[in-house]
């Protein structure tokens, strides 16, 4: 048994788990040559050109019209010239920063700079108590908020589960309310209805004190389909996204094709239809507000070709968005992309595996926005509250991926090697093991790494167990005040706020 070993667990527990910061430099994973790279962008600039998009009679499709696209009424399909598409991705924003509430988590999200987030519109929650499946809830919004608010390695708030007990005409108000009244990281979310966004900006307007402040740094965005695949402009969505970019809220463009179904079997050809799709959002957008931030939101998704149902833990989800995460590398713009899914429908080994491969491969990749991957379960249907702490830590593992090895004078270690095998010393004394302790390894805070006789006396619980006993402890603690009680009965005020004043003015 080592000295490391023999150590007593109360020391062993003085070292705190550390961190990585968000927004580390990935990319160090490519699975396309630069040759594929370009044949891919020649054969969906050529799929606009030779098959175009569906956009029915709309604003949009004068827009195009307008703009250089060739129109088909008869058949309603808009064909985009490659020279209109070319022109447009010149005038794409490459620097999108979306902010939070509090400045300390805002999401730098230029060149290959990684975060990883929450994400979904799962309709199911694993009860932290019962552990039985369960209509998901508004009240769920808030808490999964705070619950992340306290996970270094969940960069951001993408809402994660669907509001069963709220209706349609007060849905989307009470969704971002929720999120952000749990969290002061950015908060990402859909909105159904066209008429709602005012609605959403009013709500940044008055948390930012003004609507030239919310502007200025707006915390929230949107997620918008837009697209139906396969190539199909969704008439009510694309006018919200017309409505959003006019408002000036940030937006992810989200396509996600599901291959062998709504998109080629062939995983390039499913990327190939994907990117098209995603050039034709951006093209109509830079006609809109030129340099507008936007997410280019190509979600590869896979189908289990033996039922056809959606499948999200496996490899080819994970090439697929590694691939599109280096398409967007190409045009230089951030990615909005999909990882730690999983079929299973509790945390449990095939859990873990299936969200340690994608992760992994996607903060690798580079992926800039990666969201999922945190909470889910079920292909995407569920999500779990101790699932967000284990996900955590996946997360900081991946990021220490990330980060890498940096090759020093110092970090060759010449004089240490020397100093050791010539001496009497050891590593686990030397000056340079204990300066190199925080900075060159990362400590897990709800995985195990005690003895077993230590494991035993603790009453030999598994990783689920330590993860509901920490979510219990983080959901316990104080409520989340970073809105102002002021400012608070302003929104309850001006919207039919459906969350309890008394769920905000304390913990679990």
């Known amino acids: 048994m080592t000295r490391a070993n023999r150590r007593p667990p109360r020391e062993r527990e003085r070292i705190i788990p550390n961190h990585l910061p968000p927004g580390l430099e990935g990319g160090q994973l490519k699975v396309l040559s630069d040759a594929d790279v370009l044949r891919i962008h020649e054969a969906a600039l050529s799929v606009l050109e030779r098959t175009g998009v569906y956009i029915e009679e709309s604003e949009c499709r004068q827009i195009m019209e307008k703009g250089g696209a060739r129109v088909d009424k008869a058949a309603n399909r808009v064909y985009l010239p490659r020279e209109m598409v070319e022109s447009a991705m010149k005038l794409v924003n490459k620097d999108v920063i979306l902010y939070s509430q509090d400045g300390k988590n805002d999401l730098h999200l230029n060149g290959k700079r990684v975060h990883l987030g929450t994400g979904g519109a799962a309709v199911i929650v694993v009860d932290l108590e019962s552990g039985q499946a369960r209509d998901s809830r508004l009240r769920d919004l808030y808490d999964i908020g705070r619950l992340i608010n306290g996970l270094n390695n969940i960069h951001f708030f993408l809402r994660p589960v669907v509001a069963r007990d709220v209706g349609n005409d007060d849905i989307d108000v009470n969704t971002f309310y929720a999120c952000l009244a749990g969290t002061t990281k950015h908060v990402m979310g859909g909105c159904y209805f066209p008429e709602k966004v005012d609605e959403i900006l009013k709500m940044g307007s008055i948390i930012a004190g003004s609507r030239e402040a919310f502007l200025a740094r707006p915390f929230l965005s949107f997620n918008l389909c837009w697209m139906v695949s396969p190539l199909r402009f969704a008439t009510e969505t694309t006018e919200t996204l017309t409505k959003a970019v006019r408002a000036g809220i940030p937006v992810a463009m989200v396509s996600a094709p599901q291959s062998g179904a709504t998109s080629p079997a062939s995983l390039v050809g499913s990327l190939v239809q994907v990117v098209a799709e995603e050039l034709a959002g951006f093209t109509y957008v830079q006609l809109l507000r030129p ?109 220490r991926l990330v980060k890498g090895m940096e090759v020093t004078e110092e970090s060759l270690s010449l004089d240490v090697i020397d100093e050791v095998c010539r001496g009497e010393g050891h590593y686990l004394g030397h000056s340079q093991t204990l300066a190199m302790m925080e900075s060159e390894y990362h400590y897990p805070h709800t995985a195990d790494r005690q003895t077993r006789a230590d494991w035993e006396n603790d009453g030999s619980p598994d990783m689920r167990d330590r993860a509901r006993k920490r979510a219990r402890a983080l959901l316990a603690a104080a409520a989340a005040n970073h809105i102002s009680p002021e400012v608070d009965e302003q929104l309850r005020q001006a919207f039919n706020i459906r969350l309890p004043r008394n769920v905000m003015k304390r913990g679990g």
């Not at 190509?298 to 499948?311: A, E, F, I, K």
């Not at 280096?326 to 945390?347: C, E, R």
């Open 291 to 399: 340099g507008h931030p936007l997410l280019m939101g190509g979600m590869p998704l896979v189908s289990d070709l033996r039922t056809g149902n959606m499948s999200g833990g496996n490899a080819e989800l994970a090439l697929m968005n590694a691939a599109s995460t280096q398409m967007t590398h190409f045009y230089g713009v951030p990615i909005y992309s999909s990882s730690a899914l999983t079929d299973s429908k509790i945390p449990d080994i095939q859990a873990g595996y299936e969200k340690g491969l994608t992760t992994a491969v996607l903060a690798l990749a580079g992926a800039g926005y990666n969201h999922h991957s945190a909470g889910m379960l079920e292909s995407m249907l569920a999500v779990a509250y101790e699932q967000y702490i284990i996900d955590d830590e996946i997360n900081g593992l991946a990021m």
